[in-house]
């Protein structure tokens, strides 16, 4: 598949190298923009409160299925809108979703460590979901799909829960979520 990410951080960046080693072609883009016209999937991982500036810079995402990667640390979504992810859709009037921003990019390389697939949620159009859940695969996880789009506003809070955990003491950690006879 041909994709794109915006943002070299340690999302963006560690993704777009799991993707590369599943197979995928993968254009690597800062938050200064660029071109994506040419990818099938683009995601957004840049600092939540970069979102507009950044989405302001790049070319060719009308139409894309886009995934949302980012987080709102100590900032609010865009005016007008419940969550980062409902402000994309806005702005690429494709299939959405939110996903990869309620696990620790610190562990991707330590995914295939783990005794059972760690579980990654996404909430998103059903159009997106055939690219979201393959590009959860290829990056290690179980996709665990959370609802529409509107139930982005719900997984951008859960991350609050997650940072908990970690500073509670547990450190960065994976998440499995299955019914009990895959447990």
Do not use: C
Not at 57 to 82: C, H, M, Y
Not at 111 to 131: F, K, L, Y
Not at 151 to 177: C, D, H, W
């Amino acid at each position: 598949m041909q994709l794109a990410v915006i943002g070299r951080g340690n999302v963006g960046g560690g993704l777009a190298d799991l993707w590369e080693e599943a197979g995928h072609d993968v254009r690597r883009i800062g938050r200064e923009g660029g071109d994506v016209s040419d990818a099938e999937a683009v995601l957004v991982a840049v600092p939540g409160g970069a979102i507009a500036e950044t989405l302001d810079r790049v070319q060719g995402i009308e139409g894309k299925t886009v995934i949302d990667a980012t987080n709102l640390w100590g900032v609010d979504p865009p005016p007008g809108f419940s969550s980062n992810a409902e402000f994309v859709k806005s702005r690429s009037n494709g299939p959405t979703a939110k996903s990869f921003n309620t696990n620790f990019a610190a562990l991707y390389d330590r995914i295939g460590q783990a005794r059972s697939t760690p579980s990654n949620m996404w909430s998103g159009d059903e159009e997106a979901r055939q690219v979201v859940e393959q590009l959860n695969r290829d990056a290690g996880y179980e996709p665990v799909y959370a609802g529409p789009l509107e139930n982005a506003v719900a997984q951008e809070n859960f991350l609050k829960i997650t940072s908990g955990i970690s500073q509670g003491g547990m450190g960065p950690f994976f998440y499995r979520m299955a019914p009990p006879d895959q447990l």
